[in-house]
């Protein structure tokens, strides 16, 4: 997955790259996906910014890091494998929501049966 998103990137970048993500790779040595994930995920950023406002509550002076990424995903419990199947989006996202999950100024808490009449 890192591959083609690396390539994707890469190609959006520079037209001339080979018109395969396979051609391109062979191009390489073999590396760990851990010496570029920091690269990786400021490409992503850069790649899914936005022009809508944020929604957050309250500004966060701490910027996403490769060390900060991978803890929320230790403290969400999200293993190596799960990873791959999540975006950075999602994970802080998840993470965001576990920590509202003690939140004790909800005035009434959905029942089953709220569920069922919405």
Partial sequence: ???NIAYVMAK???ANIPDTPEEWLDGFNTFSIYQVLPQLIELWGLNVQTDVSAKKVRPTDRPM???LFLLRCVQLGISILDRDLL???LV???YAENSS???KGYKEVATQEDFDKF
């Fill in 1 to 3: 997955m890192f591959e």
């Fill in 12 to 14: 959006h970048a520079d």
């Fill in 65 to 67: 890091t490769t060390p």
């Fill in 87 to 89: 975006t950075i989006g």
């Fill in 92 to 94: 802080n996202d998840m």
């Fill in 101 to 103: 999950d003690d939140y």
